[in-house]
């Protein structure tokens, strides 16, 4: 069985796409991955190791963006052979399509460029697996659209991720009726519980959050019947370079994971 169709399982566990905001050095991917790795084998987890390699979505321009290109992806393949788990990563142009299906399973649309047509058609085409997050503007029914772009190419793995709406300038809010909505367009729905947590549009440049509310939304997320969930996690948020400010700790995850699992068997038995 191939990964899409593990991913499409109703009636198996949820599975976990997490990992840092963005490759910060050479040794942090490595860590954190190991950890998570232990974790999701132990829990029956299905798992993709998630980072960016390149952040271009930046409210002030002296914020990190990366160690380069080659290098990150690089690391993200090396993720991948040494833990035997697929890798997932974001694209911001049609131009990167290509050279990050080189080195990853998974290829992510960010949020903010979910109607990008030229964009969702080129990472269609590489025939890897796409994982669309929904727009913090759009409702779910428009996320339709945004399928469709990707069926029309012949490429028909799709993932769509809920990361909240925009509630005013400052905050976001989930709205749990997404999940079943896009589940109607039959493909699994993932549900991000450290994004739909931001608070952007700060007075700083640097984007705000409640990371306290992680385990409360990562627990509706479930109890609601997503089918997959999406963290950031960092060995120390706070010195994240980053996205710091909504991530959950590293040592936080398994307690958290734990608790998921309990409450998808408990839906799975309903």
């Given at each position: 069985?191939?990964?899409?169709?593990?991913?499409?399982?109703?009636?198996?566990?949820?599975?976990?796409?997490?990992?840092p905001?963005?490759?910060?050095n050479?040794?942090?991917?490595?860590?954190?991955?190991?950890?998570?790795?232990?974790?999701?084998?132990?829990?029956?987890?299905?798992?993709?190791?998630?980072?960016?390699?390149?952040k271009a979505?930046?409210?002030r321009?002296?914020?990190?963006?990366?160690?380069?290109?080659?290098?990150?992806?690089?690391?993200?393949?090396?993720?991948?052979?040494r833990?035997?788990?697929?890798v997932?990563?974001?694209?911001?142009?049609?131009?990167?399509a290509?050279?990050?299906?080189?080195?990853v399973?998974?290829?992510?649309?960010p949020?903010?460029?979910?109607r990008?047509?030229?964009?969702?058609?080129?990472?269609?085409?590489?025939?890897?697996?796409?994982?669309?997050?929904?727009?913090?503007?759009?409702?779910?029914?428009?996320m339709?659209f945004?399928?469709?772009?990707?069926?029309?190419?012949?490429?028909?793995?799709?993932?769509?991720?809920?990361?909240?709406?925009?509630?005013?300038?400052?905050?976001?809010?989930?709205?749990?009726?997404?999940?079943?909505?896009?589940q109607?367009?039959?493909?699994?729905?993932?549900?991000?519980?450290t994004?739909?947590l931001?608070?952007?549009n700060?007075?700083?440049?640097?984007?705000?959050?409640?990371?306290?509310?992680?385990?409360?939304?990562?627990?509706?997320?479930?109890a609601?019947?997503?089918?997959g969930?999406?963290m950031?996690?960092?060995?120390n948020p706070s010195?994240?370079?980053?996205?710091?400010?909504?991530?959950i700790?590293?040592?936080?995850?398994?307690?958290?994971?734990?608790?998921?699992?309990?409450?998808?068997?408990?839906?799975?038995k309903?």
């Amino acid at each position: 069985m191939n990964l899409y169709e593990n991913l499409r399982k109703k009636n198996s566990n949820f599975f976990l796409m997490a990992g840092p905001c963005v490759i910060e050095n050479e040794q942090m991917p490595f860590e954190i991955a190991k950890e998570l790795v232990n974790m999701c084998h132990h829990l029956g987890i299905e798992f993709i190791f998630k980072a960016s390699y390149r952040k271009a979505n930046r409210s002030r321009l002296d914020s990190f963006t990366g160690i380069g290109d080659e290098k990150a992806l690089k690391l993200l393949a090396e993720v991948r052979e040494r833990f035997s788990v697929p890798v997932v990563t974001d694209i911001h142009s049609r131009y990167e399509a290509d050279m990050a299906a080189d080195y990853v399973d998974v290829i992510q649309i960010p949020a903010f460029l979910c109607r990008q047509t030229d964009l969702l058609v080129a990472a269609a085409k590489t025939d890897k697996i796409i994982n669309i997050k929904k727009g913090q503007f759009l409702s779910a029914h428009a996320m339709r659209f945004a399928l469709d772009k990707v069926l029309s190419c012949g490429n028909d793995k799709v993932l769509l991720t809920e990361r909240g709406n925009m509630f005013g300038y400052q905050d976001l809010i989930v709205d749990f009726r997404n999940i079943p909505i896009m589940q109607s367009f039959d493909v699994p729905v993932i549900v991000d519980v450290t994004h739909s947590l931001q608070q952007p549009n700060q007075s700083s440049g640097v984007s705000g959050g409640l990371p306290q509310m992680i385990g409360t939304i990562a627990k509706a997320a479930i109890a609601t019947g997503c089918d997959g969930i999406f963290m950031e996690t960092h060995p120390n948020p706070s010195l994240a370079k980053s996205d710091g400010a909504n991530m959950i700790p590293l040592c936080e995850v398994e307690e958290l994971l734990k608790t998921l699992v309990k409450i998808r068997s408990a839906i799975t038995k309903k």
